[in-house]
C-alpha cells in the first residue's frame, strides 16, 4: 500500500500541476472534445480488457496457456474497435457537430493497442503484488508525457496536447514493462482456457462496461445539448473532483483486489477487512470533500485562473457524488473477489439503468442543474446496492456499515456547517474566506479525532508505517526511562518509604 500511495500521489501531483499549467495554455473547447469521446475509448477498452484481467488475478494459479490466450485474445480485440473507431469517427463528429474530432479519435483510438499490448504484464505485477515496480513506472511516465505536453500546449497544438499525453501515458508502460518482464506469449491459443477464463470473465466484461458508459454517460449528453466549452467545464469539474474523491480509494482498492481473493474464502476475514478499508477512507475522504466543497471558489481561481469560474458549481455538487464514489469499489471488489461476477453484472445493470434515468430524466426537466443532480443520485443509489450485496454474500451487514459510518458522516456534516457559518458572518475576501473556512474545519475535525479517539481514527493510525508515528515513539522513550535499573531502584526506595 506504501507504493501504491507513492505511485498514486505522485502521479496525482504531477497531473496537479499539469492541470494548473495547462488551464491556462488550452481552452474549455479543448478539453471539452476529449470529453466528448472518453465514452467510445472507455467502451472499446472494456472490449479489450474482457473481464479476462480480473479474471487472471481471482484464478490462483494462471498458467502460461491461459496468459498467451489472453494476450492473443486482447490483441484481436484491439484490431477489431479500433477498425470500429476508425470507420465511426466522421458519423462521430457529425454526431457532435465538431469536425475535428474525426481526426483526434483516429489518433487518440491507437492506445488501445498499447493497452492489448501490456495488459498481460501489468496484470503479473499486480498478482505478485510489485507495486514497487508499478509505482516507478507511473511516476516517471507522468513526469515525461507532462514535459511534452506542456511544450506542445505553448506551441499551439491545442487538443492535439492532450492527444498525445494520452498516447505517452500508455506507451510509455508498455515499453518498459515488456522488455522488463521475462514473461513472453507462446504461440499458443486454448480454447479450454478461454472458456474458464472467460466463464468468470464474460460477467466482469459486461460489468465493466456498463460501468464505464454509466459513468460517461452524462459526457455524452453535455456533448450532444451543450457546446463543447461547457463540456470543457464540465470535465474539469469532474477531473478535479475525481483527483480528491478517488485518490485514496485509488491506491487501496489497487492493492485489496488480489488480497482479497486470497481470504475469499473466509468470509470473517473479508468482512473485517472491508470494515477497516471502508471506515479508513471515510475518515479521510469525507473531510476532504467537504473542504473543497467549502474552498471551491478560491481554489479554481488560484489553480486554474478565472477563466473555469462557471466549473465551480458543478464542482461544488459533484462533490456529493464523490462521497459516495470512494466507497464503492471496496465493497464491488469484495464481491468480484469471491467469484459472484454474474450477480455484479445483473446488479450493475440495475444501476446504471436506473442511475442512467435519473441523469436523463434530471437533463430534460431541469437542464444542466438536473442532469448533475441526477449523477449524484447514481453514485449514491450504487452504494447502497453495492453494501447490500456485500451485506447478502460476505456478511458484513449493510446497517452495520452505515452505523460504522455515521461517526464520521456526523462529524464531517457539522464541520461544515460551522465552517460555513463563520465564513459567513466575517464576510471575508474570497482567499482569507477559504483560509479561515479551512482552519475552523480542521481544527473541529482533528479535536473530535484527538478528544473521542473513534474507531475510524484508530484504523487511520494503523496503515501510517511505523517510522512515521512520531508520538509512538515519544511513548516508547518515556516507557524505557521508566524501566530503567535507576528509575526502578528509586520506585523501589518510593516503596519501602
Known sequence: MVWTAMQKYSTMGIHFISGIILARLLTPYDYGCIGMLSI????????????????????????????STVFWWNMFMAVVMYAILFLCAPAISRFYDTPILCDVLRVYGLVLFVHAFNLVQRNQLKKKLNFKMLSIVSTTTSVISLGVTIIMAHRGFGVWALVTQYVLVSLIPCLVFWFYMKWRPSWVFSWKSFRELFSFG????LTHLINNVGQKMQGLLIGKFFDPSTMGYYSKAEGTEKLASHSISGIM???????????????????NMIKRLTMTLAYITFPLMFILLLCA?????????????????YFQVLCFAGLAGCLQAVNLQAISAIGKSRTMFVWTLLKRTIGIGA?????????????????????????????SLVSKHVGYKSWRQILDLLPVAITSLLAAVVSYGVGYLLHLSMYPDGLVKLIVYVTIYMGWSFI??????????TIIP????????????????????????????????
Open 466 to 497: 511505523a517510522k512515521f508515528r512520531f508520538w509512538e515513539r515519544k511513548k516508547k522513550t518515556h516507557a524505557k526511562r521508566d524501566a530503567s535499573p535507576s528509575n526502578l531502584n528509586d520506585n523501589e526506595d518510593n516503596t519501602k518509604c
Open 452 to 461: 473521542f479517539r473513534p474507531e475510524a481514527y484508530t484504523y487511520f493510525l
Open 40 to 67: 467510445f475509448m472507455v467502451a472499446s477498452d472494456s472490449f479489450i480488457n474482457g473481464g479476462f484481467g480480473s479474471a487472471l488475478i481471482q484464478k490462483k494459479r494462471p498458467t502460461q496457456v491461459d496468459y
Open 359 to 387: 441523469v436523463v430524466l434530471g437533463l430534460m426537466f431541469f437542464g444542466m442543474n438536473g442532469l448533475l443532480a441526477g449523477v449524484v443520485i447514481n453514485y449514491w443509489f450504487s452504494y447502497f446496492v453495492n453494501i
Open 297 to 313: 471558489k478560491p481554489i479554481f481561481v488560484l489553480l486554474y485562473s478565472e477563466r473555469w469560474l462557471q466549473s465551480i458549481p
Open 253 to 271: 482498492t489497487q492493492v485489496t483486489y488480489p488480497l482479497y481473493a486470497e481470504v475469499q474464502d473466509n468470509k470473517a476475514a473479508l468482512s
Open 202 to 205: 464474460f460477467y466482469m466484461f
